[in-house]
Structures are given as C-alpha cells and as structure tokens.
C-alpha cells in the first residue's frame, strides 16, 4: 500500500514554513506486526494494537505547533520504500521511531535508510527496548543520534524545541547535556542524563483520541477482547504491583500508580462516541485499571452518572468484588483481561504475582454473577515448574470456565526482573533479538527452565490451546453465545480466521 499521493498535497498545503517538521514513526516490518504492545509480535488472533505511546507523544508535539507526521506503516501495510518516500518529500528535522526487542535489528536498518537520505535530521529511538539498553543501542548503530529513556513525550518535545531553536547548526553536547532522560553519544561516549521524573498532571496530555481522528484509522486495528472496531484510551499509568516478567512497569512508566481525573477521562469518552461514530467499545489499556477500588466505583458512577451506553473492556487483577464488578457492568463493562498466570501457588509466589488460586474461583463466580466475560491468560515455564505442576494449571483454566483464554511461555524483555533472572541462570536460549520470533512473526520461546525445554514449553501450550478451545462444551458455549449476543459475532470470527490454524496444526507462542 502506498502513501496516498493526495495525502502529500494536503501536507503540502498545511506545512509552516517557520517551524521544524517531526516524523513519528511506528517502521515498517512485517506485516502487521503488533510492536506497541507488552509482547510485540504479529499475532495468531490478528491482533494489532493502537501506537499510543506515539500518538501521546505526536499530540504533546502538535499541541506546542510543531508540524508532526505520524504514520504507523505496519497498521497501513507501508514498506521501506513508502516511508523513504514520504520522509524524502517530508524533510523533518527530527525523526522519532519506536522500537522493541523482537523488531529492533529491523528498525536499525530502517533508521540507517533514513539517515542515508536525510543526513541532517536527528533521529531518536523510544520504548521499552532503548529504555533497558540505552547504551546497547547507541553502540549498535552510529545512525541512532539520542534515546529518548521511559516516558518521553516532554523529552521529545524539548529536544525538538532545541533543534528548532538551533536552526540548521547541529545541537552542542553542552545544549543536548540539559535534557533529562536524554541519552547520546558525543565523540565516542555514551552520555546519559539524569532520569525524567515521570509525569504527574496526566490531564496535561493531549488526548489521544483526537491524535488518532487527525492520523489513524481505527478499523486497521484490532483487539479480540473488545468489540470491533475500537479505540484504546488509558486512564492512568504505573502500576503498583510487582509482578516479575511485566515489562511496561519496569521500563517505561514506573512502578507508582498516577492517575487521570475521572472527569477528564469521561470527557473523552463522550469525544470518542460522538467523533468516531463506527467504534463500538473502548479498550482501556491501563496495566491494571481496578487497582484503585474507590476510584474504579467513581470511575464506572461517572459513567452512569452521563449515561454513556459504549461497552469497554479493561486490565484487571483478581482481587475486585461483586459490588464493584456490578457496578462496572451498569456502566458499561463488558470483558476484563485477567492474569490468573498458574495453577501452582509456588510459582505465583516466585513471579511475585501477589495472588492466591483460591481467590481465582470467588472472583470467576462473581464476574458471573456481574455479567462480565473474562479473558485469562496463563504463564508456563516458571523455575520449578514441571509437566505435572503445567497440567495444574491447564486444569485451573477449564475449572475457572473463563470466556477465552491464552497460554504462553513467559516471555522475557530486557529490563525485567526475570529476563535478569533468566539470563543469570543461562536459560535464555536466543542467540540475539530476531529469536523473539519465528520466521512468520510470531512469538518465539527463547527461554527453558531446569526440567523442560523451550520446544517442549512450546508443544505444552499448543497442548492447553487445544484442550480448552476443542471441548465440545466450549464449542457449543461459544455457538450460543454469538446466538444470544450477535455483537460477539465479528470480533470472534475475526479472531478465529487466524487462530484457528494456529489451534489446529499448532506453530509456537499464543497470542
């Protein structure tokens, strides 16, 4: 697909002749390659998640009068050579691309292309992976001009105001020195900043709702969890628990829990319903939207309290009543993404997922009794686990009755406590980052532990897959299901085009 040449013109007319041009790039890789999410891959379900760390970023840029093209090339079906193009008429003067393990070789030499034909402008990567590896990374590639470390919509913003000031002279290492959470090299040095404090006024950003009308399509992207097509918002970032293999806490937003107002997310919520009249759910992409008991109560009041009528689905951890699930429901709750993770109490403990298997069965009766569908997702390969302790866990997932579900390998990324744990022990088994996934995209295993093999964690969740989706009574579950609430119909049988010849034959990771 290419960029439209009518979308060329129109920036043509638009752009300012006073102020420096920003590229936000989500690159070009496979084909609809999912990079913004925790485990970035191009997904068995065909899910493919909205840019919003960019398009946050795009908005805090556009917001101080910067002329910003975003363009996200996997969600568009964009090659190398579409984006060369665009760039090459474009001329920005600062490029901003966001990277992840899995993906980061390719970005690299997308970053190279980009440098070959715009020597001048200053090219930063952001994410999760250059959060961990700032120095790694920088080594890597001399194309890479600064990292841009953890959240870093106000780093950018201040770096591009830099460039602008400087006008065509290159920033000093003195000017780039004033930067927090700016890494960079200078005359062969790695320099990093002090640490941006993370950001406090949530309500300060930009909504990215308005970032996506002016630049995305929400049809081009899709979760199986929430009803098609959808819009993804957040409503507070951090999270403050401990979990082990969670990598968006321990590399970008932090561990302390910050908070949007609840009536600066409702007020978006009304743009989202009035200004995209095709989206039928929100996604609320939060690590854990229900941590905060007395906030998710005001939350799901305000709601009710507008009479908003959007479904949405969010994070959640199991330790919600039925008083507040209820009250979720009324206000338009109508699935939960919930990690149960295993059915052995001693690796719960060992991922430091804060949880008890016990408590699993009360919350399941009580998302039943609310009316709200569950997702769980499963984790095997923990140190200490056994084919014995897997088949538990395989058990738990049938016994709870969730509405769908994932088994997984853990995945470990950079900066985590357990790739760390991991890589200490030898028992990461990838020789280098392109491991992280098939030849086809998908999740890799690139891990084993001390009794089973990163093959045999791999055959062991093909195993589960098919044990919970293939019962007869599952099957007849989900028929009458889409029976009694059609609306469940297009988001299941676009999820099950792909997944089902991934169930069937089997090929790695679930997505």
Partial sequence: MKIPRGDFQTK??????????????????????????????????????????????????????FDVSFIDAPALGLDMDDVLDYAGYFQPGLCVLDTSTPS???????????????????????????????????????????????????????????LAAKGSAPPSEDDLRKISGLSFRSNGNIIHN?????????????????????????????????????????????????CSFCVYPQTLTGRRYRFRSIGDVVDEMEFVCREFPDARSIFFEDDTLTADKKRCMGFAGEIIKRGLKMPWT?????????????????????????????GDQKVLDSMKKGISRDRMFQFMKDARAAGILIHGCFIIGFPGETPDS????????????????QFYPVMVYPGTEAYE??????????????????????????????????????????????????????????????????????????????????LIFGSGVPS
């Fill in 104 to 162: 980061v070789e390719n970005d690299i030499c997308v970053v190279e292309k980009l440098k070959g034909i715009l020597p001048e402008s200053f090219v930063v990567f952001v994410g999760t992976h250059v959060s961990a590896l700032p120095d790694e990374t920088l080594m890597k590639a001399s194309a890479i001009d600064a990292v841009c470390r953890k959240e870093y919509e106000y780093t950018v913003l201040e770096l591009a105001s830099l």
């Fill in 421 to 502: 744990d991991y890589r200490k022990r030898g028992w990461i088994t990838a020789k280098d980052y392109t491991q992280w996934l098939t030849p086809e995209g998908l999740h890799n295993c690139v891990v084993r532990n001390e009794s089973l093999t990163s093959s045999e964690l791999v055959r062991l969740c093909d195993h589960a897959r098919r044990r919970f989706y293939l019962r007869p009574g599952y099957i007849f579950y989900k028929l009458s299901q889409m029976i009694k609430r059609p609306s469940e119909i297009i988001r299941t049988v676009k999820a099950a085009r792909t997944f089902f010849r991934h």
């Fill in 12 to 65: 043509q007319n638009e752009r300012k002749t006073d102020f420096m041009n920003v590229l936000v790039l989500n690159p070009p890789f496979l084909k609809r390659f999912s990079r913004p999410q925790r485990s970035p891959a191009v997904t068995k379900s065909g899910t493919l998640y909205f840019p919003i760390w960019l398009a946050y970023c795009t908005g805090v840029l556009e917001n101080k009068g």
């Fill in 194 to 242: 002090q640490d941006r404090q993370h950001i406090e006024d949530l309500d300060a950003l930009p909504w990215v709702s308005k970032v996506y009308k002016r630049h995305l399509r929400i049809g081009d992207y899709f979760n199986p969890n929430a009803l098609y097509p959808m819009v993804t918002l957040i409503t507070s970032r951090g999270c403050p628990f401990r």
């Fill in 314 to 342: 969010a994070n959640s951890r199991i330790n919600l009543d039925l008083d507040t699930m209820s009250r979720m429901k009324a206000a338009g709750c109508r699935e939960l993404c919930v990690g149960f993770e295993s």
């Fill in 390 to 405: 897997i088949k538990e866990t395989i058990d738990l997932a049938i016994s709870l009755r969730p509405d769908t579900v």
